[in-house]
């Protein structure tokens, strides 16, 4: 699976965030000291997450960020999405035609990948930023 640092990153800021209460507006070299992430990762990130209007940038001496909506209505998927992340599980590039094999041939198990991208992009639908703060992620039952 192919989800890089970029949207990790993104959801443990956004989590941090939400984490610090409502309403509340953080700087991001507080959430880089919490969290580890380089301060002009943050940076890009948040620039991008702004865009999106998933956060609100505050300017001033007690400037930082905060979210733009309730940490229950914000979806991890649109997180990665705002910060430019696909999940991709195959090397497929439908725009060339050419395919993981480097043929023009889907390889056999191409509709495995492409039906557990589609689990993991609802998955990722489902679960708010506040399901992240309170630890409610319900996970998969055990297959036997």
């Known amino acids: 699976m192919k989800l890089t640092a970029k949207g990790r990153y993104a959801i443990m800021a956004i989590t941090d965030l939400a984490a610090q209460g409502p309403d509340s507006v953080v700087a991001l070299s507080e959430i880089s000291q919490r969290q580890s992430i380089s301060l002009s990762y943050l940076e890009q990130l948040f620039g991008k997450m702004r865009k999106a209007g ?81 630890q409610n992620i319900a996970l998969p039952e055990a297959v036997e």
């Open 54 to 134: 998933l956060v609100k940038s505050h300017r001033g001496t007690a400037g930082g960020y905060s979210l733009s909506m309730e940490p229950g209505a914000m979806k991890l998927g649109a997180i990665i999405s705002a910060v430019d992340e696909d999940i991709k599980l195959h090397g497929c590039t439908p725009e060339t035609k050419i395919h993981c094999t480097g043929h023009t041939t889907q390889c056999m198990t191409h509709s495995l990948w492409d039906a557990l991208e589609a689990h993991i992009e609802t998955f990722l639908a489902k679960v708010s930023v506040d399901d992240v703060v309170q």
